[in-house]
């Protein structure tokens, strides 16, 4: 085994543990309450938020996999569906004519704003609550780091 490879001290490997942690519970609490509520996945939920917060409604798919955590086998599906669910459609890009736009759609805006008000509350119950503001603003802070 090489010597002189640096390893993480405890404090960072317990730090990476516990986020890894508490990002698997906190997704699956907000999942089961979307779920519960009859709304589908918080994936659908991301790409509608980054197509509605975008200037014209709609981005490249290269986009979306840019600014959502979702691969790209992964987000061509979930387009599929959201298109065949009337929440998004498919638009060529004018300036080559082989590239597509997604854009979303009115019914798309609706779910979104429908899925902000369960996944909302699930923030505010999940984490909000258990946490004073000062101490989310703090954990957001320590968290931009790696951003």
């Given at each position: 085994m090489p010597e002189n490879i640096p390893e993480p001290n405890e404090a960072a490997v317990?730090?990476?543990t516990r986020l890894m942690r508490a990002r698997e519970r906190l997704l699956?609490?907000?999942e089961a309450d979307l779920k519960?509520?009859?709304m589908p996945p918080?994936?659908?939920?991301d790409v509608l938020w980054e197509l509605a917060r975008s200037q014209s409604g709609r981005l490249r798919p290269y986009e979306l996999e840019e600014r959502t955590l979702l691969a790209q086998y992964n987000l061509s599906r979930l387009?599929?569906?959201l298109e065949k669910e009337g929440l998004v459609a498919r638009e060529v890009f004018a300036e080559d004519g082989r590239g597509r736009w997604v854009v979303i759609t009115d019914a798309g805006r609706q779910l979104r704003e429908r899925m902000w008000n369960v996944y909302g509350k699930a923030i505010k119950t999940h984490i909000g609550?258990?946490?004073?503001?000062?101490?989310a603003r703090t954990i957001a802070g320590l968290l931009d780091r790696f951003l």
């Open positions: 317990a730090a990476w699956g609490l907000i519960t509520a009859g918080l994936a659908w939920y387009i599929d569906r609550d258990k946490l004073a503001e000062g101490e």
